[in-house]
């Protein structure tokens, strides 16, 4: 179905949303003691879980994101402030085990086959672990990183870990040492147009880094190199609470939380064949490609084993997973785990 949108203007002026917040939003930043944007390394800290810990909640709470590795999933149990692990996404929330603890609001994890590392959102910094046989041990803590680090994502053609600052615009890039567990900080490239506009995530794409920026209500598209911007696509003030685009086929995927205004009931996934039709009219509704989906996506990953998986928040705070396909432009073999 195509929507006919019309663009605000005041969709550009990020001050006009300070009036709007919904304290009990949980996908909105709250206010934070002042965090310096730069990178300060810490010893690091002797801590493990030992192997087969069971998870001690009943449900998810605001999962973030689904994250395939090894044959074992990892779920961003956000607002559990842990990160938990299972061999199937099937499996009930209580049968989940324990990966990482102890966090405040940990939105994503990403490896490189060595380490796992984790955005621990809300401690602003990030934390690193091995898992083996006995359990995971906590390698390293890195503090610090920006204000609200909010995604992270393993670049396998540079060896290299992407980490997001959320509210400083500032991407911190790190590679594993040599033959060692810890994380050596390359560069920190902040984005000027970016600073204090709040981002949730990027997604690379080639040579370009896509930036879907809720609080600039408009898509950003930088170079990887570079960091410069490329472009700035704004968006329909209906889907400006942005999540996450992700490109997939011919068309970009679009998930969204609220609206530009915070109403969460405005909250939306939508599809479009550019980054720059999300304001010209041109964009669907995706959502009924799933059949029978109950509320949106949040973060959305591509598994090893070549599913898509997404965490979804679904009404009266409910959240499930969803595992997808996507072929030839449609949105097939949905598999919705309701617990």
């Not at 942005?242 to 939380?257: E, K, N």
Request: proline content about 5%.
């Amino acid at each position: 179905m195509l929507l006919t949108v019309v663009i605000q203007a005041s969709c550009f002026d990020a001050s006009a949303m300070n009036d709007e917040r919904d304290v009990n939003d949980p996908f909105i930043p709250q206010e934070a003691a002042p965090v310096q944007d730069q990178n300060t390394q810490t010893a690091s800290v002797p801590a493990g879980i030992p192997v087969g810990a069971d998870n001690e909640y009943y449900g998810f709470a605001v999962p973030t994101q689904v994250y395939q590795f090894g044959g074992l999933f990892y779920l961003a149990d956000a607002y559990n402030n842990q990160v938990i692990q299972s061999n199937t996404v099937s499996a009930d929330p209580k049968a989940w085990k324990q990966f990482a603890t102890g966090l405040n609001k940990p939105h994503a994890i990403a490896s490189d086959g060595v380490i796992y590392v984790i955005v621990d959102t809300d401690n602003n910094r990030v934390v690193t672990y091995t898992s083996g046989q006995t359990g995971t041990t906590l390698v390293e803590v890195i503090d610090n990183v920006g204000i609200r680090p909010h995604y992270i994502e393993y670049d396998s053609a540079t060896g290299q870990f992407y980490v997001w600052s959320s509210m400083t615009g500032t991407m911190y890039i790190y590679k594993r040492r040599a033959n060692g567990l810890g994380l050596v900080l390359q560069r920190a490239a902040q984005i000027p147009q970016m600073a204090g506009q709040y981002t949730r995530s990027f997604t690379i794409d080639g040579n370009t880094i896509y930036f879907p920026s809720m609080g600039s209500c408009g898509i950003y598209a930088v170079n990887k190199s570079s960091f410069g911007v490329q472009a700035f696509y704004p968006v329909d003030p209906e889907i400006g609470g942005m999540v996450q685009i992700v490109h997939a086929g011919d068309y970009f995927y679009l998930s969204t939380s609220s609206d530009f205004a915070y109403d969460q009931s405005k909250a939306n996934f939508v599809r479009a064949l550019s980054p720059a039709l999300f304001t010209a009219g041109s964009y669907e509704q995706a959502l009924p490609l799933f059949g029978g989906l109950t509320g949106v996506p949040y973060y959305i990953t591509k598994g090893e084993d070549g599913h898509y998986y997404t965490p979804v928040l679904g009404n009266a705070g409910s959240a499930y997973i969803c595992k997808f396909d996507i072929y030839a432009n449609q949105i097939m073999n949905s598999e919705l785990y309701t617990y």
